[in-house]
Nanobody, 123 residues
Framework: QVQLVESGGGLVQAGGSLRLSCAASGSTLTTYAMGWFRQAPGKEREFVAGISWNGCRIYYVDSVKGRFTISRDNAKNTVYLQMNRLKVEDTAVYYC????????????????WGQGTAVTVSS
């Protein structure tokens, strides 16, 4: 069983930066693919970024390419999402998730979820 806790969300002006962290407990993340998702009010949860267990494969949704960077530190059991040049449309609750078997872009592939951290980008 993996417990995930996100942190680092907050209020930031458009153009600013935030760094989200996802700390895991209960199990090592070494064998898990990790993903970041977000859900804006009234919208479905969407994939933002994903990283394989060893960091060799990384995926991003097109809307964040060049602005967001996903990384992981398996020694610290932590995954990060560096978000730069934030836009108003990035406003959402951000969730990290762990997939035991496969790195993918769909919600159903992920086995464990955190509670989310809210990101609000003001204009």
């Amino acid at each position: 069983q993996v417990q995930l806790v996100e942190s680092g969300g907050g209020l930031v002006q458009a153009g600013g930066s935030l760094r989200l962290s996802c700390a895991a407990s209960g199990s090592t993340l070494t064998t898990y693919a990790m993903g970041w998702f977000r859900q804006a009010p009234g919208k479905e949860r969407e994939f933002v970024a994903g990283i394989s267990w060893n960091g060799c494969r990384i995926y991003y949704v097109d809307s964040v390419k060049g602005r967001f960077t996903i990384s992981r530190d398996n020694a610290k059991n932590t995954v990060y999402l560096q978000m730069n040049r934030l836009k108003v449309e990035d406003t959402a609750v951000y969730y990290c998730a762990a997939s035991e078997f496969i790195l993918g872009r769909t919600v159903s592939l992920y086995d464990y979820w955190g509670q989310g951290t809210a990101v609000t980008v003001s204009s």
